[in-house]
């Protein structure tokens, strides 16, 4: 599943254009502590965390994930956009909470 088909099959707003879309999904992440990030993620994955600064990009950066998904449409900042546009990461957000989004992606990525 590429972070295009998962953000329309999930209703997930696209924060950063057509940047990595057609990127592929194989896991998922939940945390918000950005050393378990780097000790733990898998690869290809879609993390999902509420954290909104600029240390994200470069956690997101190090290990190569596949899309950032921000839960409860908390806002971001355009600077924020803007630098993960430019280092090639897409920003999605939705509705549902944290946990609710890990469940439908893992559920998601299980049909698939």
Do not use: C
């Amino acid at each position: 599943m590429t972070v295009k088909e998962l953000a329309e099959v999930l209703g997930l707003e696209v924060l950063t254009g057509n940047v990595n879309l057609e990127r592929q999904v194989g896991s998922g992440y939940t945390s918000d502590l950005l050393s378990d990030v780097i000790a733990n993620i898998g690869e290809d994955a879609a993390w999902i965390t509420i954290q909104r600064h600029m240390n994200i990009l470069g956690v997101a950066k190090l290990r190569d994930v596949s899309a950032i998904i921000i839960p409860r449409d908390l806002t971001l900042e355009d600077a924020f956009l803007v630098k993960a546009a430019e280092e090639g990461i897409a920003v999605l957000r939705g509705s549902p909470s944290a946990f609710e989004l890990s469940a439908l992606i893992y559920n998601e990525l299980k049909k698939s």
